[in-house]
């Protein structure tokens, strides 16, 4: 829970989230634990392969789902050598920077700690379950 309320970095522009998705799949061996929140914490970080598919398809989705000239919905501890990522679903963002006292909580974590069942977690929208089901299911 400390590393998850750390500090962040946005990759504000999508030539940002590229360079930021290019250090990922370098690293992609390096112990990744990759997170739907929502669903159970993984037990055991996930295979370089795995790593790189959810990679490729979280970048699809963002780019077809959050239609804007800036990303700005996916932050690192830091952007050039990450151990924990937080990517925001577009499809619930409600107030991801800035103030809010009820602010969403990521669509999916990538860390090198093994993460923990949000307490506040709340369910993925079911299309997002089919989702990642569909991706590691």
Same mark, same amino acid.
């Given at each position: 829970?400390?590393?998850?309320?750390?500090?962040?970095?946005?990759?504000?522009?999508?030539?940002?989230?590229?360079?930021?998705?290019?250090?990922?799949?370098?690293?992609?061996?390096?112990?990744?634990?990759?997170?739907? %929140?929502?669903?159970?914490?993984? +037990?055991? @970080?996930?295979?370089?392969?795995?790593?790189?598919?959810? !990679?490729?398809?979280? &970048?699809?989705?963002?780019?077809?789902?959050?239609?804007?000239d800036y990303c700005g919905i996916v932050y690192?501890?830091?952007?050039?050598a990450p151990s924990f990522v937080k990517i925001?679903?577009?499809?619930?963002?409600? %107030?991801?920077?800035?103030?809010? +006292?009820? @602010?969403?909580l990521p669509g999916w974590i990538m860390s090198? !700690?093994?993460?923990? &069942?949000?307490?506040?977690?709340?369910?993925?929208?079911?299309?997002?379950?089919?989702?990642?089901?569909?991706?590691?299911?």
């Open positions: 829970m400390r590393a998850f309320r750390g500090s962040f970095t946005s990759a504000l522009r999508w030539h940002h989230l590229d360079a930021l998705w290019q250090v990922l799949r370098t690293d992609a061996d390096g112990g990744w634990y990759l997170y739907a %929140v929502g669903e159970p914490p993984p +037990d055991a @970080p996930a295979s370089a392969e795995q790593v790189r598919r959810f !990679l490729d398809e979280i &970048d699809a989705l963002l780019r077809r789902e959050h239609d804007e690192a501890d830091d952007l050039q925001y679903d577009p499809n619930n963002l409600g %107030v991801v920077c800035g103030f809010s +006292d009820n @602010p969403p090198k !700690l093994a993460p923990v &069942d949000l307490p506040a977690a709340q369910p993925a929208p079911r299309g997002r379950r089919r989702w990642w089901q569909r991706l590691f299911g």
